[in-house]
């Protein structure tokens, strides 16, 4: 069989030095043959767990290899020897879905579902085209996922340049017009000095001249005063001696260095209540910064125990602006107690003039949690876009009585539940202290009961088409109030 292998490599000129292209790379499958320089494996033999480069590989071509199973190159072909029985493993068990030996199955896969490997094959073949389909597409999907996050990303690029250029423009306008009243403010203190100092000079010249005349009369009475001569002096002394009395009196007037010091003032009031609508409208801002958020996935699943909802804990303190006048506010601004004696605040247009309500300063995150505690007779945990009516006692002021805002009623020991003025009695265990999660993307608004566990009283599904604020209502009698807790 030798002699006959070297005659065919004689004639077939495989004896001759091989090109470097088919010298084994680091990437290729090396012969298992080759004892000095290894050459490229062109097949590999599952019967002998041994490849073979072109040279070493014409023994397999004759028949007495027949039986012998060729396959592409394989690294790790001793991975298809059982290790327990050192036998080539053309078994499958379909139990254990795992490759076994002849031995195995007659041993620890009695009794099993085995299959020859090829059948297993033929099998999974059989699945492979579906396989497949499944798999394109998953591509499709993600590539279609994939351009659509380039979009977003896009988007969020233009969205982000836009916000940018029209803040500077805004800020822009806003400095312009600070520069321009100050240059207004500027140019009337100076054009109402020179008009008072002109006024001045007017008056001064008025009073320099009769201070001349003055003087003349004084020098004519010193020498009338001389005069022998008792007719003259008698005819002329009435003259002389006569004073008009001066219409303008000064002195009396006259406040020293207190001019224009109440326009440094009011100058210096405005710029206190621009700091003070700058800070409490900077949370507004940079919090629209912060949840400007790409949605990947799914809505996040809503927190079931009381520790996985305080993750979302978000402070609310109360908008004094907002407060009804009977609506007193303390603990800094995070309670609300409802009055018989009007509060002293000042006039404001986010004011609830009837209603006895408030709202918060902040708006609420995208996702939070918070807890009121509560004491009274009446008490109303609610969420109202701020652009709720304030003006007046009709639907469109009053919390829960609108499309603007959702409400929860605590009354003589029972809940309900109102939203555009559609009241939903609920069932729950009887607390102080109400939980309220927000999810806004979501649109997810739940009330909790909260003492030693949580208990859901109600959950609301919706879109919320603005941003949200919390809000108290109280309705029923003096004395009652309600807290923002402060949670750890």
Known sequence: LIAVLMEEMKESGLQAAPH???????EDVACDVCSWRKMKAQKSC??????????HLQPHKSSAFEKHKLVEPTRNLQENVCSHHDEVMKMFCRTDQRSICYLCSLDEHKGHDTVTAAAERAERQKE???????????????????????????????SADKAVEDS?????????????RRSDLKQQVRSQQDAEVSRIKELQEKLEKEIAELERKDAELETLSHTEDNNHFLHSYPSLSQISESADSFSSDLHPLSYFEDVTAAVTEVRDQLQEVLREQWTNITQTVTDVEVLLSAALPEPKTRAQFLRFTCDITLDQNT?????????????????ESSQCYFKHPDRFSDLNQVLSRERL??????????????????????????????????????????????YHNS???????????????????????????????????VSETMTLLHRVQTTFTQPLHAGLWFWWDYGDNAEFCKLK
């Open 415 to 449: 809940y309900k539940f109102v939203h555009n003025n559609v009241h939903t009695p609920v069932s729950g265990p009887r607390s102080n202290r109400v939980g309220v999660y927000v999810d806004h993307r979501a649109g997810i608004l739940s009330f909790y009961s």
């Open 20 to 26: 470097d292209h088919c010298y084994a790379g680091a």
């Open 168 to 180: 500077e423009k805004i800020f822009t306008q806003l400095i312009r017009l600070m520069e321009q």
């Open 46 to 55: 599952l019967v002998c767990l041994v490849s073979f480069c072109e040279m």
């Open 128 to 158: 492979l085209p579906g396989s497949r389909l499944n798999i394109q597409q998953r591509i499709q999907d993600r590539q279609k996922d994939v351009k659509l996050l380039q979009q977003e990303a896009e988007a969020i690029n233009r």
């Open 365 to 410: 995150p995208r996702r939070c949690y918070w807890e009121v505690e509560w004491a009274g007779l009446g008490v109303c945990v609610a969420v109202s876009y701020k652009n709720i009516s304030r003006s007046g006692s009709s639907d469109e002021c009053g919390f829960g009585l609108n499309d603007k805002s959702w409400r929860l009623d605590f």
């Open 323 to 339: 407060a009804r006048s009977q609506v007193s506010l303390s603990d800094g601004n995070r309670k609300a107690t409802y009055k």
